[in-house]
Nanobody, 125 residues
Framework: QLQLVESGGGLVQPGGSLRLSCAASGFTLDHYVIGWFRQAPGKERERVSCIRSSGSTNYADSVKGRFTISRDNAKNTAYLQMNSLKPEDTAAYYC???????????????????WGQGTQVTVSS
């Protein structure tokens, strides 16, 4: 059974940093695309970033230059380093996975068939 578990969320002041982790079990990440998405109350789930098995990455304009996605296949874990956090980054953050060959646009949430339960990030003073 494929399972993704996010961790690392919390309360942080504006300008602060957090690193989210996405631990996979039941499969190995090597041949999977990993995406990070977020959803604020009353809003649709939106893409944040994604990383293909090759290591190529994609970022939403709103986080470009502040967030960095990475993967450690040996640890079967993906990460989202978030710097210079803003109040508008407040949301539940989800990681998702899809087999590389089934992915065309890694930023399209509809491609993903495995999702974690989410971790809350709150940016507030």
């Amino acid at each position: 059974q494929l399972q993704l578990v996010e961790s690392g969320g919390g309360l942080v002041q504006p300008g602060g940093s957090l690193r989210l982790s996405c631990a996979a079990s039941g499969f190995t990440l090597d041949h999977y695309v990993i995406g990070w998405f977020r959803q604020a109350p009353g809003k649709e789930r939106e893409r944040v970033s994604c990383i293909r098995s090759s290591g190529s990455t994609n970022y939403a304009d709103s986080v470009k230059g502040r967030f960095t996605i990475s993967r450690d296949n040996a640890k079967n874990t993906a990460y989202l380093q978030m710097n210079s956090l803003k109040p508008e980054d407040t949301a539940a953050y989800y990681c998702a996975a899809v087999f590389e060959r089934l992915s065309r646009l890694c930023y399209d949430r509809h491609e993903y068939d495995s999702w974690g339960q989410g971790t809350q990030v709150t940016v507030s003073s």
